[in-house]
């Protein structure tokens, strides 16, 4: 295994450490957490936005806080959900008397640890709602989850729900567009290498040199299927199609495009696979409102792409437009 780290089990640690230091205008670290909030975390008047899970996904969760989006992240281990104390500290942290909406993936461990951590919130006296993201259309129940998976279409829900927080918002408005980012956001992943989790050592599975799989998870959960590899315009295709057998688009509507990779993906590749899902598009008479290609949401060093379609409005396109200042997501 080769990577640029110290201690194996101290590297979420570090890692926080390394990112406030870059970003000390913006974010910070609470003491004894690893929950990192705003800088000038809690907001008086606004509703405090909570997300977070396991490490490794990175700029996912931490790039995204900041003023437009979250208000807080809780980075547990690799690949492993915060635990509640943690979340609870961070639903604390950012409490300014309009109540907290937390942003949590579909995958069973952070469900029921955001869950508890609300509890011990609500017997304080803190207000607090949540949304569940679901958008992967790959399969719909998996080794982590009860139902579809969440990956980087969270990252529009952060983006979405952060600005109409920002616009003063109450707690159960902007729980209403998370919602609503949600019912219409759809995702699918595909990998061409597997990862190695620091503290394993080895690589969480394998892909012979001339295979890829289609509909992977972001921890490496088994996709639809392992298959030999294939042109990029064939893989734009088929995760593409896939999406939109899975949503209700007409000719004339309007989408946001995430080409994201999932670590160790050029951009050069990202940009080709783009092109191609542009091309689909076009040829279906769907317009393009907005594009997002790179590094959104990863999966540590692992080889590969996914594709997520929002269908947009003329709220969630205001929303999608918004300023923000998270160090991941600058509009």
């Given at each position: 295994m080769k990577k640029i780290?110290?201690?194996?089990?101290?590297?979420?640690?570090?890692?926080?450490?390394?990112?406030?230091?870059?970003?000390?205008?913006?974010?910070?670290?609470?003491?004894?957490?690893?929950?990192?909030?705003?800088?000038d975390a809690p907001v008086s008047n606004k509703v405090g936005l909570v997300s977070g899970g396991g490490s490794g996904h990175e700029p996912a969760h931490a790039g995204y806080v900041g003023a437009g989006m979250l208000d807080a992240a809780v980075a547990g281990e690799v690949f492993t959900s915060p635990t509640p104390d943690q979340v609870f500290e961070a639903i604390k942290a950012v409490d300014g008397g309009a109540g907290v909406l937390l942003i949590i993936k579909n995958y069973t461990g952070d469900v029921?640890?955001?869950?508890?951590?609300?509890?011990?919130?609500?017997?304080?006296?803190?207000?607090?709602?949540?949304?569940?993201?679901?958008?992967?259309?790959?399969?719909?129940?998996?080794?982590?989850?009860?139902?579809?998976r969440g990956i980087a279409g969270t990252v529009f829900v952060h983006k979405i729900a952060g600005a109409k927080a920002s616009q003063g918002a109450s707690l159960e408005e902007v729980k209403a567009v998370a919602e609503k980012t949600i019912a219409n956001v759809?995702?699918?992943?595909?990998?061409?290498?597997?990862?190695?989790?620091?503290?394993?050592?080895?690589?969480?599975?394998?892909?012979?040199?001339?295979?890829?799989?289609?509909?992977i998870g972001i921890h490496g959960e088994p996709g639809i299927e392992r298959?030999?590899?294939?042109?990029?315009?064939e893989i734009a295709t088929e995760l593409t199609e896939k999406i939109l057998d899975d949503m209700n688009l007409s000719s004339g509507e309007e989408v946001a495009v995430m080409i994201n990779g999932l670590g160790s993906t050029p951009e050069m590749e990202l940009y080709v696979v783009n092109k191609k899902v542009h091309e689909i598009l076009k040829d279906k008479g769907i317009n393009v409102y907005d594009t997002f290609v790179g590094e959104f949401m990863t999966s540590l060093e692992m080889a590969g792409c996914s594709v997520t379609l929002l269908k947009v409005d003329d709220e969630l396109k205001e929303l999608l437009d918004a300023e923000s200042k998270a160090p991941a997501f600058r509009k």
């Open positions: 780290i110290n201690d194996p089990n101290l590297v979420v640690q570090d890692m926080l450490e390394g990112f406030v230091y870059a970003h000390p205008n913006e974010v910070k670290v609470l003491p004894n957490t690893t929950v990192v909030v705003r800088k029921m640890n955001f869950e508890m951590a609300a509890e011990l919130a609500e017997a304080e006296g803190i207000n607090v709602q949540q949304v569940i993201v679901n958008d992967d259309v790959a399969v719909e129940d998996s080794s982590f989850t009860t139902g579809r759809r995702s699918i992943g595909m990998a061409l290498t597997p990862c190695i989790v620091p503290a394993a050592g080895e690589p969480s599975f394998e892909l012979n040199e001339n295979e890829m799989e289609i509909g298959k030999a590899i294939a042109t990029a315009d």
